[in-house]
T-cell receptor, first 113, second 111 residues
Framework: DTEVTQTPKHLVMGMTNKKSLKCEQHMGHRAMYWYKQKAKKPPELMFVYSYEKLSINESVPSRFSPECPNSSLLNLHLHALQPEDSALYLCASSRQGANEKLFFGSGTQLSVL | GEDVEQSLFLSVREGDSSVINCTYT??????LYWYKQEPGAGLQLLTYIFSNMDMKQDQRLTVLLNKKDKHLSLRIADTQTGDSAIYFCAETSGSARQLTFGSGTQLTVLP
């Protein structure tokens, strides 16, 4: 199994809603990542978890809250988002961490109304 | 900081070869990657090369690395319509420790 699975594929939410994005991998990878990608732009790193601990937070607003319940799962909790947060949110994993190839999920396309 | 640059657009005829170029600034880059992204999809790792190599071939894909000029290229032989996508060059280094992406090259394959 070389897949990173993300759910849901599409999400529309209002600015007062609370929702969660989910990511799962069964490759035994110990590093997991959240990226944000605007149309036609490269992905921007948001968070990195290494061995289930948050190791990097790229100054992401607190309305985005990551969670790593175990080594296979990664969540991104969303609350009080703004329309400019509309983007493709990509999860990725790598074997251990830095300087290793990343495997990406297919993403969640988020629209904030 | 680290910088990775690519041209934004490339159009080729079906059956021709495509060459997508990338330049980077970090001389301590360790791995260099090529990712493919089709519309509405995530990034697919196509191939990668370690910095002590100068060429890697994998079926229709050939990666060339000129470490002196900090130039990386991806050649796709016999380009097909299914190769139409955005191609991202990316690198990791000891200093950055995380992937630095280029801006992406939109490859359009014309019939």
């Amino acid at each position: 199994d070389t897949e990173v699975t993300q759910t849901p594929k599409h999400l529309v939410m209002g600015m007062t809603n609370k929702k969660s994005l989910k990511c799962e991998q069964h490759m035994g990878h110990r590093a997991m990542y959240w990226y944000k990608q605007k149309a036609k732009k490269p992905p921007e790193l948001m968070f990195v978890y290494s061995y289930e601990k948050l190791s990097i937070n790229e100054s992401v607003p607190s309305r985005f809250s990551p969670e790593c319940p175990n080594s296979s799962l990664l969540n991104l909790h969303l609350h009080a988002l703004q329309p400019e947060d509309s983007a493709l949110y990509l999860c990725a994993s790598s074997r251990q961490g830095a300087n290793e190839k990343l495997f990406f999920g297919s993403g969640t396309q988020l629209s904030v109304l | 900081g680290e910088d990775v640059e690519q041209s934004l657009f490339l159009s080729v005829r079906e059956g021709d070869s495509s060459v997508i170029n990338c330049t980077y600034t970090d001389s301590s880059s360790t791995y260099l990657y090529w990712y493919k992204q089709e519309p509405g999809a995530g990034l697919q790792l196509l191939t990668y090369i370690f910095s002590n190599m100068d060429m890697k071939q994998d079926q229709r894909l050939t990666v060339l690395l000129n470490k002196k000029d900090k130039h990386l290229s991806l050649r796709i032989a016999d380009t097909q319509t299914g190769d139409s996508a955005i191609y991202f060059c990316a690198e990791t280094s000891g200093s950055a420790r995380q992937l630095t992406f280029g801006s992406g090259t939109q490859l359009t394959v014309l019939p």
